[in-house]
């Protein structure tokens, strides 16, 4: 009878868990649906972004990601001279550059450890591949001067362009800046914003 009644309360336990679970991704995809984090932003994040992760890391530090967005939404994209901008110290920083994108064969699979990287073309069009890190087999460890290790991997790949916007956390293996055919050059920002554990 007590071995039952233990099976019974961790099985109540166990539904608990996996309903709070449940509401818990449903709230957070209700919440990143409402829009309420643009604040005016005009541009989208691309479909298959980690939801949850920007939820998480969005409502851990909002201060950094209202910097992100408010830089994204206010700054003159098209004049902005290539070069580093710091939004909040080494939190939050831009990079800026416009030239031409590489061969398939001249990129390779990366990911970050520190910062999440909010990738946006501006003029032109890039190829971008995404993978799950834990699919992933590293090449290059990681480096924490660069904050990068390299890896090979099997992703999905979107061509990104003006509109779109790709968030990479540190389990999103990425692929970027790789070349589309008829575009030579390529602009884009990259707003680099610290991860919070």
């Known amino acids: 009878m007590f071995k039952s009644f233990k099976i019974q309360i ?20 209700t919440w990143f649906q409402s829009g309420e984090w643009y604040n005016g932003l005009k541009l989208m994040p691309y479909a298959d972004i980690n939801k949850a992760e920007f939820v998480s890391q969005y409502k ?19 004049t902005v001279a290539p070069g580093k901008y710091l939004l909040d110290g080494d939190s939050v920083f831009v990079s800026v550059t416009e030239g031409p994108d590489k061969p398939y064969d ?4 990366e990911s970050h450890r520190n910062m999440i990287d909010v990738q946006y073309i501006v003029k032109g069009k890039e190829k971008m591949g995404v993978a799950d890190l ?6 290059k460890p990681y480096d924490p001067a660069r904050d990068v290790a390299n890896y090979t991997a099997e992703g999905k790949f979107y061509v990104a ?10 389990t999103d293996v990425h692929r970027p800046s790789i070349k589309v055919d008829g575009y030579d050059v390529v602009k884009k920002v990259v707003v680099k914003v610290r991860y919070t554990k």
């Open 10 to 29: 961790a099985t109540a336990l166990g539904c608990v868990l996996f309903f709070a679970g449940c509401v818990s991704t449903k709230s957070s995809a």
């Open 60 to 78: 851990k530090n909002k201060a950094r990601w209202d910097k992100t967005f408010e830089y994204l939404k206010n700054t003159n994209l098209e």
């Open 106 to 109: 001249q990129t390779m699979w």
């Open 134 to 139: 834990s699919k992933a087999s590293v090449i």
């Open 161 to 170: 362009e003006p509109g779109t916007m790709y968030i990479f956390f540190p």
